[in-house]
C-alpha cells in the first residue's frame, strides 16, 4: 500500500517509476495504490520486502502487510461486488 506525493514533477516520476517497478515484478492491482503479490514462503516474502525497500522513492508513505493464503481468501466484501474473473481459491492447483 502506498500514499505517494506527485505534487512536483519528480514526485510525479518518482510514482510512475515505483508503479512500474511494482507491476514488472508481478504485483497485481486490487485497488489504487494497494497491490499484492503471491509469495510461496516467508523467505519469499522477506526477500519480495527487500526489494521493496531497495525500489521505493525517497518521499511518501510506503506500507507492507503480509498475510497468509488462508488469511486472504476469507476478504470479505463489505461494499461492491465480488469480481467473478478473478481466482480466489485458496487450492494450491487450479486448472483454467
Do not use: H, W
Not at 17 to 44: D, H, T, W
Not at 47 to 60: A, F, L, Q, Y
Amino acid at each position: 500500500m502506498f500514499d505517494l506525493p506527485v505534487l512536483t514533477s519528480k514526485n510525479m516520476k518518482d510514482y510512475r517509476q515505483f508503479r512500474k517497478y511494482l507491476i514488472k515484478s508481478g504485483f497485481l492491482m486490487m485497488q489504487e495504490s494497494v497491490y499484492c503479490k503471491l509469495a510461496p514462503n516467508s523467505v519469499a516474502a522477506d526477500s519480495i520486502v527487500d526489494n521493496i525497500r531497495k525500489n521505493k522513492p525517497p518521499e511518501g508513505l510506503v506500507q507492507v502487510l503480509k498475510v497468509t493464503e488462508k488469511q486472504f481468501s476469507k476478504m470479505e466484501y463489505v461494499v461492491g461486488e465480488k469480481r467473478k474473473d478473478i481466482i480466489d481459491s485458496d487450492e494450491r492447483l487450479i486448472i483454467l
